[in-house]
């Protein structure tokens, strides 16, 4: 049986998800894989809990997870303490072997992912923001570019983010192998958002702005903040880490979006947003009527062509795959030259932290699978 020990950075909603599918398939990873996963350390913003010889207990980790989702932080359980420095948790807890599973929302984690690597420890990655600061960092945390020598490097084995773009959607995986296999990527579009996607499907079905953007948000679909999914910067972030994955040289301020709401409501409150939102209606409404007349239906989309990536409110036939979209799901098209005039089309759920935890697991169990570089 080969340990792997695990050390995992944020017990958000996906962190908790993914230790309770560590604990729930024990049984599997045993029979099927020779494995078991020994959770090292685990931490939050602020406190860690540390346990450096057998790992912590799957009574402890469960009892961990109700903590959490109860508001706890991780300085203030019983076995646990205060931390302001990741990369000295790494130090601490790291050994041979050990794979690094950041599922914070935070670029902070940088140095420490950054330190793993130096120390040749394995990372998974289902936070963005890492992938979308610098190029540099990008380039160190996935190898995407090439040895001096010309090869492909063999640190991409050490690394995996498929969980970035699409929760448990293979969108990753299936760039990589398009790359891999010399079939060029002329274009990328999709729609990388449940949030958006919702929202643009009750406004095909004639529901003002406002009254679907405030069921996504009394559903829980969108964050605290509507307009951090309405300004459109995550999908601007996926979109980024695609671009980057065709090799690609840009940044985050090099990527066009247009928000679906004005600058001037980004002072206002969140209340003061919620209450000004029919002010968006009649315009909004206008977009999805001309879209109707001339057989096209208006998303959020992404595109990824030519050197530029503009994502933003963008009419599509209505009989194309993104065309034919609805609900929360997700949808990436890639055309390259063997997948025309019909793209390769992923589609499927494509946000819930279930999903993203199941895709960081099976990132986890690839990477464990691979043996020793």
Not at 159 to 172: D, F
Request: hydrophobic fraction near 40%; proline fraction near 5%; aromatic fraction near 6%.
């Amino acid at each position: 049986m080969s340990v792997v020990p695990i050390i995992l950075l944020g017990l958000g909603g996906v962190g908790r998800a993914l230790v309770r599918l560590l604990v729930e398939h024990r049984g599997l990873h045993a029979a099927e894989y020779g494995l078991t996963f020994s959770l090292l350390a685990l931490c939050d913003r602020d406190g860690g809990v540390i346990a450096l010889y057998e790992g912590l207990d799957d009574v402890t980790l469960l009892d961990l997870v109700s903590f959490k989702a109860g508001g706890g932080r991780l300085a203030e359980y019983s076995a646990g303490g205060p931390q302001n420095d990741l990369a000295a948790v790494i130090d601490i807890a790291g050994r041979t072997g050990a794979v690094v599973v950041d599922c914070t929302a935070t670029e902070a984690t940088v140095p420490a992912l950054l330190y793993a690597l130096d120390k040749r420890y394995k990372i998974v990655l289902a936070n963005k923001k890492p992938l979308t600061v610098e190029q540099e960092v990008y380039d160190r945390l996935t190898r995407a570019g090439r040895t001096e020598d010309g090869r492909p490097p063999r640190q991409l084995a050490r690394t995996r983010w498929e969980t970035t773009c699409g929760a448990g959607l293979p969108v990753i995986a299936t760039l990589n192998r398009l790359v891999a296999s010399g079939d060029p990527v002329q274009r990328i579009a999709g729609t990388f958002s449940g949030t958006l996607g919702y929202v643009m499907t009750g406004l095909q079905q004639g529901q003002p702005f406002s009254e679907v953007v405030t069921q996504a948000h009394e559903l829980g679909y969108t964050e605290p903040d509507p307009r951090d999914d309405l300004g459109g910067v995550d999908v601007a972030r996926k979109a980024l880490i695609l671009a980057r994955g065709l090799g690609w040289q840009m940044d985050l301020a090099d990527v066009e979006v247009t928000g679906l709401y004005p600058a001037e409501m980004d002072g206002l409150s969140v209340p003061e947003f919620m209450a000004a939102l029919p002010t968006l209606d009649a315009d909004l409404r206008r977009q999805v009527e001309t879209a109707a007349a001339t057989g096209k239906v208006l998303r959020y989309a992404a595109t990824v062509e030519k050197g530029r990536c503009v994502i933003g409110p963008t009419l599509v036939d209505a009989a194309s795959p993104l065309g034919r979209l609805t609900g929360t799901d997700n949808l990436v098209e890639f055309h390259t030259r063997w997948y025309a005039p019909t793209p390769l089309v992923i589609q499927g759920r494509g946000a819930g932290v279930d999903a993203t935890a199941a895709g960081v697991l099976s990132d986890i169990v690839e990477l464990a699978t691979m043996g020793k570089e």
